[in-house]
């Protein structure tokens, strides 16, 4: 590998990962949000510094696994307001020339048909810079507002694999010549060469046309995929491009490569491109920057962490002893992220408990911190992209666009200079530029 990828993490929401970050002094999200401005500054200093792409979360519902209700989040807005990410990918999209926009979407009570009509329609007004971020939806308050039960966690991924059936389907229906778009003789499309869909599976119908134009990069958007339990891998060996996963710690991430290319391996697939979300927290100096955490983890409460923790869990926390080993508990909601969060290192040397694992996840959403100046935050990115044998980094920051601003500006050139994040993109589409 020559060089790694970056992509950059947000939630159209008050905050990405840091609960309270919007009620920091440094924090302009909650400003910007509303409008496109703050969101194409971002995008622009992104494509300065040669990121693939901005990449969005998407929780779309306040969480109400926390004693029962949502009123914690609303309380202190912790991912709520939640807003659809999409608008916001095409605003970035039209402020930038390079820079791909990867956004989530749940097959939980979605159609496939919809979902490809998006996606697609966004892909090709954007020459190709688009990414999907596929999820089977594991918050029971997703479900409880499209009026469905929440499945069993395997059960998800079966209907996340026919979801995607009809979708490569739909993108597959094209084949050479169809659009001759022939002016002189009044011909657009060749019936004959755009395969109608016809599917009848258990969970999916459908009987349709292609809705839109073919994707600019290779037929289809770019697939990302975190699943991480054992049917969540089969599931994004099967499908993604590239794989967004949290780990904790650089033994953590090594594993997690190593489980993942058996898998590969298993399915008779080459692995894939792992991108490790990683939290920063830059400043001038490496002071200042701890200084900057300290005042985060300060004004963060503790209910908004144990809230927040509650969601990927599907279990109250304010019912559990919060001293208690987190790998103690079973889940049938993110087993990946259990599993993940299990695995930092508690205060005391001991597995980590409940306690410490709201707070790290309140703070970081369990992803390792880099605290530091520039130089201190480029070497620290450097050990964990060479040790951990992944293909890169989707960042997060947890003021913005401050710390974005800084990162480009301080970071980026001493990656540049020792030759390990690119000066120029490799072409015009996301898919290019995210293989190169």
Same mark, same amino acid.
């Given at each position: ?18 609960? *309270? ?20 500054? +971002? ?57 791909? %926009?990867? @956004? /989530? ?7 496939? &048909? ?82 109608? %869909? ?16 073919? #994707? ?12 991480? #339990? ?20 650089? /033994? ?12 590969? @391996? ?11 979300? /990683? ?5 001038? /100096? ?9 005042? *985060? ?12 923790? #509650? ?10 002893? *919060? ?53 201190? @935050? ?25 710390? @974005? ?8 050139? +001493? ?9 120029? &993109? ?11």
């Amino acid at each position: 590998m020559n060089h790694m990828h970056l992509v950059h993490m947000f939630f159209h929401s008050p905050i990405t990962h840091t609960a *309270l970050s919007w009620a920091s002094e440094n924090d302009q999200q909650l400003a910007g949000m509303g409008g496109f401005e703050h969101w194409q500054h +971002i995008a622009r200093t992104l494509e300065r510094g040669g990121f693939d792409a901005a990449f969005f979360a998407d929780t779309p519902a306040a969480s109400d696994q926390y004693k029962g209700g949502p009123e914690t989040p609303i309380k202190y807005g912790v991912v709520w307001p939640t807003h659809d990410p999409s608008p916001v990918a095409a605003a970035m999209a039209a402020a930038t020339k390079n820079l791909g %926009v990867g @956004i /989530t979407i749940s097959v939980a009570g979605s159609h496939p &048909y919809i979902v490809y009509r998006r996606l697609s329609t966004l892909d090709y007004i954007t020459g190709g810079r688009v990414a999907w971020n596929v999820v089977t939806g594991h918050m029971q308050a997703e479900h409880k507002a499209l009026g469905q039960p929440l499945m069993g966690h395997d059960e998800r991924y079966d209907v996340a694999d026919e979801f995607m059936e009809v979708c490569y389907a739909l993108w597959d229906s094209f084949e050479p010549g169809a659009l001759p778009m022939d002016r002189e003789a009044g011909i657009f499309g060749d019936p004959s060469k755009i395969k109608k %869909v016809k599917h009848e599976g258990k969970y999916f119908k459908c009987e349709a046309v292609s809705p839109t134009m073919p #994707s600019p990069q290779g037929g289809r958007p770019v697939i990302f995929q975190a699943g991480s #339990s054992g049917r969540g891998m089969a599931f994004a060996v099967d499908h993604a491009d590239a794989i967004f996963a949290i780990q904790p710690n650089i /033994t953590a991430m090594r594993k997690f490569r190593e489980r993942f290319d058996a898998a590969a @391996i298993e399915q008779g697939k080459d692995p894939i491109g792992i991108l490790f979300g /990683t939290q920063y927290v830059i400043g001038s /100096t490496e002071a200042e920057a701890k200084q900057r955490l300290a005042d *985060l983890r300060e004004r963060m409460p503790l209910e908004a962490g144990l809230s927040r923790l #509650s969601a990927p869990l599907g279990v109250d926390c304010s019912t559990l002893d *919060l001293d208690q080993p987190l790998e103690e508990l079973q889940t049938n909601a993110s087993r990946g992220m259990a599993q993940a969060l299990s695995q930092m290192e508690g205060g005391s040397g001991k597995p980590v408990t409940v306690r410490e694992a709201a707070i790290q996840i309140g703070l970081s959403m369990g992803m390792p911190q880099l605290v530091g100046g520039p130089e201190q @935050i480029a070497d620290k990115l450097e050990e964990l992209w060479r040790e951990s044998g992944g293909y890169g980094f989707n960042l997060s920051a947890p003021t913005k666009p401050g710390m @974005i601003d800084e990162f480009v500006d301080g970071v980026v050139p +001493i990656l540049r200079k020792r030759g390990l994040l690119r000066s120029e &993109y490799a072409g015009s589409t996301l898919r290019e530029n995210l293989m190169s």
